[in-house]
């Protein structure tokens, strides 16, 4: 089992380094080797520091190691050292984008993280000397770990603004057709439903919903599944209805095969209904 290193990682990093430039230096190669040899190096798979792992390196790194581990004038290993930049954990946005953030934010607090970015990159296109502008995910951690949080739509209730659209709403409701007494005028059709169902011969079907409304009381007559849209299945939901909720005046469907097949009709008009 490997053990985990028990040396600062800079360190770590800086003996890895000078184990694979340190063959040059020792060695020095002649003139006008040295760019086959830093291939050769840049071609070898290395043990990873840290974590263990297979690692590569291109030719140019391993020259910049080379070069400092040589102009090194007291300790070529520690010029080697992983240098943690001043900003490390730390986001940066241009301070212009900054300003224009925060005024995003105090105007629109229901913003998604999302559309606050597109704004801005709307207003850094239309302002390029104000660019450049940082991805997506900078913007979010930067809003994120200064506090600006998205912040939910608050429900209106009981203001006076949300009773007044209420009233309006109400006015515009109209009804396509519209009967003054229960049971003068029904409305039937068939809907698909919208998931299918395994038959017993083991093939799948989308059943269809024949609906009975009544205008007046919008009242449900009946409602009743079936597998196909046909004259006998229209019958006998309306012959369900009837037994329900009596006779109807009046009729209102799409002029479907089923609602004009001349048996349905013919029923119909021996029973008085239109």
């Known amino acids: 089992?490997?053990?985990?290193?028990?040396?600062?990682?800079?360190?770590?990093?800086?003996?890895?380094?000078?184990?694979?430039?340190?063959?040059?230096?020792?060695?020095?190669?002649?003139?006008?080797?040295?760019?086959?040899?830093?291939?050769?190096?840049?071609?070898?798979?290395?043990?990873?520091?840290?974590?263990?792992?297979?690692?590569?390196?291109?030719?140019?790194?391993?020259?910049?190691?080379?070069?400092?581990?040589r102009g090194a004038k007291q300790d070529p290993v520690h010029v080697l050292r992983r240098i943690i930049r001043k900003d490390c954990g730390q986001i940066s946005l241009p301070a212009i984008q900054v300003e224009q953030l925060l005024a995003q934010y105090r105007a629109h607090e229901h913003w998604s993280y999302q559309l606050h970015y597109d704004n801005l990159v709307a207003w850094v296109q239309a302002h390029p000397t104000r660019g450049p502008l940082r991805?997506?995910?900078?913007?979010?951690r930067y809003m994120q770990a200064h506090g600006w949080l998205r912040k939910r739509r608050s429900a209106a209730k009981g203001r006076p603004g949300m009773e007044r659209a209420a009233q309006r709403r109400e006015r515009?409701?109209?009804?396509?057709?519209?009967?003054?007494?229960?049971?003068?005028?029904?409305?039937?059709?068939?809907?698909?439903?919208?998931?299918?169902?395994?038959?017993?011969?083991?093939?799948?079907?989308?059943?269809?919903?024949?609906?009975?409304?009544?205008?007046?009381?919008?009242?449900?007559?009946?409602?009743q599944w079936y597998l196909s849209e046909q004259t006998e299945d229209l019958v006998h939901g309306f012959s369900q209805?009837?037994?329900?909720?009596?006779?109807?005046?009046?009729?209102m469907t799409d002029g479907g095969s089923a609602m004009i097949a001349e048996e349905f009709r013919e029923g119909l008009l021996n029973l008085g209904i239109v």
Do not use: N
Not at 12 to 40: C, E, K, M, T, Y
């Open 1 to 69: 089992m490997t053990s985990k290193p028990v040396s600062p990682t800079p360190s770590l990093w800086a003996r890895f380094r000078f184990s694979i430039v340190g063959s040059l230096l020792s060695a020095p190669v002649p003139h006008g080797g040295l760019q086959q040899a830093l291939q050769d190096l840049a071609d070898k798979t290395w043990t990873h520091p840290v974590h263990g792992g297979p690692v590569q390196f291109s030719a140019s790194t391993i020259e910049r190691w080379y070069y400092a581990a």
């Open 135 to 140: 991805s997506y995910s900078t913007v979010r």
């Open 241 to 251: 209805a009837i037994q329900k909720r009596g006779l109807p005046r009046s009729t």
């Open 172 to 223: 515009r409701e109209i009804r396509s057709y519209e009967a003054e007494d229960v049971g003068s005028l029904w409305h039937l059709d068939f809907h698909h439903g919208s998931l299918s169902v395994l038959l017993p011969s083991g093939q799948w079907q989308r059943p269809l919903a024949l609906g009975i409304l009544d205008d007046c009381s919008r009242l449900g007559c009946h409602l």
